[in-house]
């Protein structure tokens, strides 16, 4: 019984040394500090542990990053533009297409079909009203959700359309 009071008390010596080398909270700003995600779980596990904790000297925190680190530094021309590629206008202005209509025709369904003088065919998105004629100007202009729309200066009414051909 005594030998295990002896053994506990010398443990308990060892472990209060070792606390008492960086205050408790000293050691978690340490670790809190560390930018490397690996050093940071490391320095906690030691803290858990009841090891010692040391500040790091200057060469380990000017320690050179690994090539995938610097590389998600890096950023590629692709990251720059993921995300926001649709909503940037072209210079070539091609976010809206004139187009003169050559033929119409509507299906079982009301939906309309144009054929356009350029040899493009759209057809109507949908069942909606809209006043179209042969031989008149109308647009092609992109929308949300890479979606079209055919619509004519004189009125502000459109209609969703999709490419045939």
Partial sequence: MTKLIVIIAALSCCFKVA?????????LELCRAEQNALRRL???DAIAD???????TAAQATAPQSQAAQQAVNSSPAAEQFG?????????????????????????HKELTVEFANGQIWQQVGNDYYKIAEGETHFIRRAAFDSFLL??????????????K
């Fill in 84 to 108: 926001i590629e649709h909503h940037q206008l072209n210079d070539a202005n091609d976010e809206q297409l004139q187009v003169v209509v050559k033929s119409l025709r509507y299906n079982p």
């Fill in 42 to 44: 490391t320095c906690y």
């Fill in 50 to 56: 009841g090891k010692t904790i040391t500040k790091p």
């Fill in 19 to 27: 606390a008492a080398a960086i205050p408790l909270e000293q050691a």
């Fill in 151 to 164: 619509g004519n200066d004189k009125s502000s009414r459109t209609v969703r359309v999709k490419r045939v």
